[in-house]
């Protein structure tokens, strides 16, 4: 009895409060790191910011005692809102120190940007950054993505959120029908079992990738922000893109394959699985993915071949080859919200002398990864309901008497899950409106307030630089234009069904 009445002093913090201790101690990385490098400046920094968190949260803890919060699942919800929002106003102490050259508010933005993994980078020259702080940006936006893959199992899956509602019965928020592993037991022992289920697949995994990567050719800071952010989809690059790095071909070969865990939580876990959907190729998520993978840069291919056969220059089959792979690659990376363009990117417009429009890397990041995984945008869950809701529609106009066909694990994505995907859509537009018009108010143009709402809303930041005509510089928007973006993202992040669900008048009346 003993035993099960009592657990471990630190379970017993509030969920923010564990977050804000882990954020502390992991300033020692860079510390260390600029220490090897013999910059003891920037070393200070993080040290320092470092303890002075430590130093907050054990005081804060001490003086909850043995109190423990009674608010469940939204009450972890709205943690995870306070490390999006609240936790970069602390993250930012050390790079604003270490830089002495930048606000505050680009300090804060930068680390809004990395821990919500969208990458929106507003420092433009990677030679600005000491190499410490680039591990830093890097290692904010790989803690962010692994919150995200603890999280979705452990608080989003059981609020029926971030993508679950279209499947399960529960209304969005409240969540009537979990898992079994989540039915029983406290949301604090769910979390930590979780955690300690996950953590070791993503390390291992980022791990895996950043010796391959040095395998290939690259260098061990660079290997290691990249391997960090494919696995994030932070898009984040010590050296300005992958177009810039050593690794070449291989690299982004290796990548490419990587980039998969962000299509389908099967690839990695099988937690939130639901029935029907146990197998990965039967996995609807993962089958849409592929075929955008693949057809996307197809068509591009062909209309690029046709482009080149009326300048005589098809014969170039090697320029050709390197043209479809970029595709390939772009495609990948910008549907699973990383942001990585290839350096073969451009070969298909010299090859053919054609453009491509930044319109299709803009629908790409808006469509999104898998559910429960670090990708943004909507979700290709939600396409995939949308998709067997008009298919379903389109048979009863031909047969309005008929009975659908199918099959029981689609019958309720077609019902419910489908008007709720569509809900979805329709907040995903209105935020998009209204940030979109917020920006033009505040000094854009139509198309950069349309991209920069479009790459915060789907945690694409590198879309600033690659889908309009010419690169955005976040440097020169104005304060207030910054810290309406800060919004977006978290807003992105989080989705807008999951920020509703925290106006629940049972949150705060506890």
Same mark, same amino acid.
């Given at each position: ?267 990695? +876990? ?5 029935? =029907?959907?146990? /197998? @990965?190729? &039967? $996995?609807?998520? !993962? ?114 008497? +008929? ?5 029981? =694990?689609?019958? /309720? @994505?077609? &019902? $419910?899950?489908? !008007? ?91």
């Amino acid at each position: 009895m003993r035993r099960n009445s009592t657990s471990p002093g630190i379970l017993r913090l509030p969920l923010f409060l564990l977050i804000w201790g882990i954020a502390s101690l992991a300033m020692w990385v860079p510390a260390v790191h600029a220490v090897v490098l013999n910059d003891h400046p920037t070393s200070q920094s993080f040290f320092y910011s470092g303890v002075v968190g430590l130093v907050f949260v054990t005081l804060i803890g001490i003086s909850l005692g043995n109190r423990v919060p009674r608010y469940g699942m939204l009450g972890q919800l709205l943690s995870m809102l306070a490390t999006f929002a609240v936790l970069p106003l602390y993250l930012a102490v050390p790079t604003y120190d270490a830089l002495q050259n930048t606000t505050y508010l680009n300090a804060y933005f930068d680390m809004v940007s990395a821990i919500t993994t969208t990458g929106a980078d507003v420092f433009a020259d990677p030679g600005r950054l000491p190499d410490s702080v680039h591990l830093w940006r890097a290692q904010v936006g790989w803690l962010g993505g692994l919150l995200m893959w603890i999280a979705a199992s452990s608080v989003l899956a059981p609020l029926s959120l971030g993508g679950f509602e279209v499947t399960a019965r529960g209304e969005p928020g409240r969540g009537a029908t979990t898992p079994a592993h989540m039915q029983r037991g406290d949301p604090r022992r769910q979390l930590v079992m979780v955690t300690k289920a996950l953590v070791p697949i993503y390390a291992g995994l980022t791990l895996a990738l950043w010796i391959l990567l040095m395998m290939t050719g690259e260098k061990s800071l660079t290997g290691l922000s990249h391997a960090m952010s494919v696995m994030a989809t932070s898009g984040i690059s010590a050296v300005g893109g992958v177009e810039n790095a050593n690794s070449g071909l291989a690299g982004e070969m290796v990548m490419f394959l990587f980039m998969f865990f962000a299509l389908s939580r099967l690839t990695f +876990s099988a937690d939130t699985a639901v029935s =029907g959907y146990v /197998r @990965l190729d &039967k $996995d609807p998520e !993962f089958r849409i993915g592929m075929i955008l993978v693949i057809g996307v840069p197809l068509l591009l291919f062909l209309r690029h071949w046709l482009a080149a056969l009326e300048v005589s220059a098809s014969e170039n089959l090697p320029q050709a080859l390197h043209s479809l792979w970029g595709a390939m690659f772009t495609v990948m990376s910008f549907l699973t919200t990383t942001g990585f363009e290839s350096s073969d990117w451009q070969a298909a417009q010299q090859w053919s002398g054609l453009g491509t429009s930044g319109l299709i890397l803009l629908g790409l990041a808006l469509v999104g990864g898998g559910v429960a995984t670090t990708a943004g945008g909507v979700k290709l869950l939600r396409v995939y309901a949308l998709y067997l809701n008009g298919m379903r529609e389109m048979e009863r106009l031909v047969h309005p008497s +008929s009975v659908s066909g199918e099959g029981a =694990g689609n019958k /309720r @994505l077609q &019902k $419910d899950g489908a !008007f709720v995907a569509w809900v979805f859509f329709m907040l995903f537009a209105l935020s998009l409106a209204v940030i979109s018009s917020s920006l033009a108010a505040l000094g854009s143009d139509f198309e950069q307030a349309l991209v920069l709402a479009i790459a915060a809303l789907s945690t694409t930041g590198p879309l600033i630089d690659f889908a309009g005509e010419t690169p955005i510089s976040l440097a020169l928007l104005a304060p207030s234009a910054k810290l309406v973006l800060c919004f977006a993202m978290v807003l992105g992040r989080l989705e807008t069904l999951a920020i509703i669900a925290l106006l629940t008048p049972n949150l705060w009346r506890n």
